[in-house]
Each structure stands twice: as C-alpha cells, then as structure tokens.
C-alpha cells in the first residue's frame, strides 16, 4: 500500500513539473552566432496536404545546437503578413516537423535557425508554400423523381481513400440557406432516402465528402427531385334517398393511372369525424342501415399502388335511407250499437295497409294490448267490448317494404255500464267495416261523449 501511494506521488510530480515546463522562445537582442549550422531541408524535404505541412532536413552534429526556431509567414485578410515566431523544435535530434495549424489552398512561408543556450544561427532559406485546396465532392450524382413522399439520391463513390463520410444537404425552392439532412458514413456507400417529404413538391440536393483529416470537400452538383402527386380527387358522388334500409352511394370511375382502390367514408355530421366504412375496387357501394329515414354524410378517395390518398375532405356528400310513411290522421272515433268504429284518412301515397293498436284497461291495472295487422281499408270496427273499460286506439300506415309510419293520435273511449255490452270471445276475429253515419235511433248511449274524446291533436 506504502509502495502504491509513493508511486502516484511521483507520477503526480513528474505531471506537475512537465506541465510548468515550457519550450525555449527567442530572446530579443540574440546574438547571431554565424558557425551554428544552418537548417538545409532535403531534396524531398517538403510535403503539403489540405490541412498540414511537413519537413525534413539533415541531422546537425553540432553539440552546441539545443534545437531549432520556426518562423512562419500567414496569410492575413489584410494583406501580406510579416514572418513570425511560431514554434521550437527542441532536440537537434529532430530532423521531421510538422504544422497541422493550416487552411487548404493557402499560402505560406517558413525559416528554420538553430540556438544554443547564448545565441542563435543564421536563417535558412525561406520556403514558400501553397497548401493543397479543398477536396473535390464525388464527381456523379443522380436523383430519382416521382416518389410517392421520397427523394433518392445516388452518387458514384469517391475514388480518394481518405473519405469516410458523405454529408447530404438539402434546400427547397422556398429557403435560401442549405440545410445538413445526414451524415452517411463509409467510403463506399453512394445512397441515401429523404422521406416524410410533401406530395408533388421540389427538393434540390447536394453532397459533400468528409476526409478522415476532417476536411470538408467543396460542394457536388444539385440534382433537384419532385414527388409524387396526391392521385386526383374523385367527381359526381351520388347517394340515395329513397331505399328502404339502405343508402347507395357511387361515384365516377378514377382516371388515374396506378390506380389502386377506393376508400368511402361516413360520418353522421358534415364536419365530424369521418369512419371508414369500405374498401373498394367497384364505384358503387350499398350501406345497409338498420334504422328508417336515417341520415349519413359520406365522402370518397382514390387510393393509388403507393398507397397515396386523394383529397376527399371538402367533399361530403348526404344520403339517407327511406323514410317511415306518414302516420294516418283520424278522422272518426265513436261508440255505435255496441262496438266501437274507427275512420282514418289516407295521409301517403306509399301506404300500402294499416296496423290498429288497441289498448283495453280495466280497472286500475288489469291492461292487454293488441295489433290488428294488414288492414286495408281506412276503417276498424271493434265488436269484442266489455262494459265500464277504456279502450285506446292509435293506427299506423304501412308501405311495401313494411315500414311502419310514426304513431296517428290516440283516440281513447270508455264504455258504460250496461248490460247490452257483453264479453266476447277473445279469439274471435274482429270484423272491418265501412262506417255508415247512424241515425239518432241507431246511436246508444256512451258514457264519454264525442266532444270529450282526446282528439285535440286532429
């Protein structure tokens, strides 16, 4: 453990120590000692990149020399710039220096001087440089058009070995500056996809190369990419408003080319949400509804083989299935020598029959109920009373497709207590009959009188 602790002690110390130490400047007023060697590169001395500089010059024998001064000429936005210290070399041994603090297609100038403790060499001869320019972008790119919400762009790889990456940039018609979509990495990859973009709409694209030095090439050329259009909307939606439980709905033929099929909608309101009810390759469509006179706003699309919708929202467009037939109205209700006759009128064309509910109460709960189906005349006499009971009647029009209208009024009459009205047998059928008017003679006594009956609403 004391071994441990004493280690990072002295591993601390030496970081300490070699971390105040710093690389010998030159002094100003240096005396320039003429017999100090003087720094010759060798005949491949100098190699230049985009971004780096390298030299090599001869070793130096002389054991007076500590290391060697460069000084270096940069480019100013000024103008020309005066040659400067930039760095120290600080062995003699070192024959190979390199400057990474460089800018591609630059120029530049250096000197090397050698030093000792007291003075300092002569200067070398100046070298000028020009660094490399930026990196050409990949010399072929292509875009694929007409995508349905994407743009494919491909490129040739680049032949230079120091690539490692492609940068993808993007620019609509609408913006001004380029926007960086992706970063592919690897030499050899030559693709990208752009998706989620806008129907039939321009993208330009551009790509860049990144080096594994971090240079960033200059930009390709822009190949420009529009995409697929909504298909059209679909014209001339029809609906129905005269089926019996059922809407039927068509619509034209899509004209377009890769067609694929048909959506329909419904929805109760014109701007609710809208369900979809129907997958179609046909143009017609028939919607079983349950309920009578039911109402159903329905709009259409055209789906193509991408899978792209038209637009339908602004095109609804309202069906309704058969409505019930209007109720009868009444016309006549009365008690006559012991039965009870009822006459209505006939309130729609589409009324095929009737249907005559009767309710029977006596007493305070003792109530049947019964419907009398398939009438065909506009009339109903009810033989089968009994005395001291309410009888209530509502009559109801049926058409062909036996839809039953809403309810007429309800015409209530209440038998006397009188021995001339007897019970008869339930299951006795009652008659129909053509309702005559009756002679004073004719007419027995009723308990409620005609005025009294509920007939406020005919």
């Given at each position: 453990?004391?071994?441990?602790?004493?280690?990072?002690?002295?591993?601390?110390?030496?970081?300490?120590?070699?971390?105040?130490?710093?690389s010998?400047t030159?002094?100003?007023?240096?005396?320039?000692?003429?017999?100090?060697?003087?720094?010759?590169?060798?005949?491949?001395?100098?190699?230049?990149?985009?971004?780096?500089?390298a030299?090599?010059?001869?070793?130096?024998?002389?054991?007076?020399?500590?290391?060697?001064?460069?000084?270096?000429?940069?480019?100013?936005?000024?103008?020309e710039?005066?040659?400067?210290?930039?760095?120290?070399?600080?062995?003699?041994?070192?024959?190979?220096?390199?400057?990474?603090?460089?800018?591609?297609?630059?120029?530049?100038?250096?000197?090397?001087?050698?030093?000792?403790?007291?003075?300092e060499?002569?200067?070398?001869?100046?070298?000028?440089?020009?660094?490399?320019p930026?990196?050409?972008?990949?010399?072929?790119?292509?875009?694929?058009?007409?995508?349905?919400?994407?743009?494919?762009?491909?490129?040739?790889?680049?032949?230079?070995?120091?690539?490692?990456?492609?940068?993808?940039?993007?620019?609509?018609?609408?913006?001004?500056?380029?926007?960086?979509?992706?970063?592919?990495?690897?030499?050899?990859?030559?693709?990208?996809?752009?998706?989620?973009?806008?129907?039939?709409?321009?993208?330009?694209?551009?790509?860049r190369?990144?080096?594994?030095?971090?240079?960033?090439?200059?930009?390709?050329?822009?190949?420009?990419v529009?995409?697929?259009?909504?298909?059209?909307?679909?014209?001339?939606?029809?609906?129905?408003?005269?089926?019996?439980?059922?809407?039927?709905?068509?619509?034209?033929?899509?004209?377009?080319?890769?067609?694929?099929?048909?959506?329909?909608?419904?929805?109760?309101?014109?701007?609710?949400?809208?369900?979809?009810?129907?997958?179609?390759?046909?143009?017609?469509?028939?919607?079983?509804?349950?309920?009578?006179?039911?109402?159903?706003?329905?709009?259409?699309?055209?789906?193509?083989?991408?899978?792209?919708?038209?637009?339908?929202?602004?095109?609804?467009?309202?069906?309704?299935?058969?409505?019930?037939?209007?109720?009868?109205?009444?016309?006549?209700?009365?008690?006559?020598?012991?039965?009870?006759?009822?006459?209505?009128?006939?309130?729609?064309?589409?009324?095929?029959?009737?249907?005559?509910?009767?309710?029977?109460?006596?007493?305070?709960?003792?109530?049947?109920?019964?419907?009398?189906?398939?009438?065909?005349?506009?009339?109903?006499?009810?033989?089968?009373l009994?005395?001291?009971?309410?009888?209530?009647?509502?009559?109801?029009?049926?058409d062909?497709?036996?839809?039953?209208?809403?309810?007429?009024?309800?015409?209530?009459?209440?038998?006397?207590?009188?021995?001339?009205?007897?019970?008869?047998?339930?299951?006795?059928?009652?008659?129909?009959?053509?309702?005559?008017?009756?002679?004073?003679?004719?007419?027995?006594?009723?308990?409620?009188?005609?005025?009294?009956?509920?007939?406020?609403?005919?």
């Amino acid at each position: 453990m004391k071994l441990w602790t004493l280690s990072t002690l002295c591993a601390a110390s030496l970081l300490l120590i070699s971390g105040c130490a710093t690389s010998p400047t030159p002094k100003e007023n240096m005396v320039v000692d003429s017999s100090l060697p003087v720094i010759a590169l060798t005949q491949n001395g100098i190699k230049v990149d985009m971004k780096t500089v390298a030299f090599e010059w001869s070793s130096i024998a002389d054991p007076r020399v500590k290391g060697i001064y460069v000084y270096k000429k940069s480019p100013t936005l000024e103008g020309e710039a005066e040659l400067a210290y930039f760095d120290t070399v600080e062995s003699r041994f070192q024959t190979h220096y390199v400057d990474t603090k460089v800018s591609p297609d630059s120029k530049y100038t250096y000197v090397f001087k050698t030093f000792t403790s007291k003075s300092e060499g002569r200067e070398s001869r100046p070298v000028d440089i020009n660094t490399l320019p930026v990196l050409a972008s990949v010399s072929w790119i292509h875009s694929i058009t007409g995508m349905p919400r994407t743009a494919k762009i491909i490129w040739r790889p680049h032949g230079n070995e120091i690539v490692k990456a492609y940068i993808i940039e993007r620019k609509t018609l609408q913006e001004e500056k380029w926007t960086k979509l992706a970063t592919i990495q690897g030499r050899l990859n030559a693709e990208y996809l752009d998706k989620d973009l806008n129907d039939n709409y321009v993208y330009m694209y551009r790509v860049r190369v990144e080096t594994y030095n971090d240079i960033i090439s200059t930009p390709s050329q822009i190949v420009k990419v529009v995409t697929k259009a909504l298909p059209l909307s679909i014209q001339n939606i029809h609906t129905t408003r005269n089926l019996a439980n059922a809407v039927k709905i068509d619509w034209a033929v899509s004209t377009q080319e890769d067609f694929a099929l048909y959506y329909l909608y419904r929805c109760e309101k014109i701007d609710g949400t809208y369900e979809l009810i129907a997958t179609l390759h046909n143009n017609t469509f028939t919607d079983k509804i349950a309920e009578d006179g039911k109402s159903y706003f329905y709009r259409v699309s055209a789906v193509d083989k991408d899978g792209l919708e038209s637009e339908h929202a602004a095109r609804s467009v309202q069906g309704m299935s058969l409505a019930k037939p209007s109720a009868p109205g009444i016309v006549n209700a009365k008690l006559v020598n012991g039965h009870i006759e009822l006459a209505w009128s006939k309130a729609d064309p589409r009324t095929v029959s009737y249907v005559v509910t009767r309710k029977e109460k006596k007493g305070w709960f003792d109530e049947t109920v019964e419907d009398y189906e398939g009438i065909k005349s506009k009339s109903f006499t009810d033989k089968h009373l009994q005395s001291d009971s309410t009888y209530t009647y509502v009559v109801y029009s049926v058409d062909k497709h036996n839809i039953k209208s809403n309810p007429s009024i309800e015409v209530k009459i209440v038998t006397p207590e009188s021995k001339k009205i007897q019970k008869a047998p339930k299951k006795k059928v009652v008659e129909e009959a053509s309702v005559k008017t009756p002679t004073p003679t004719e007419v027995q006594e009723i308990v409620s009188p005609v005025e009294d009956l509920d007939l406020s609403e005919l």
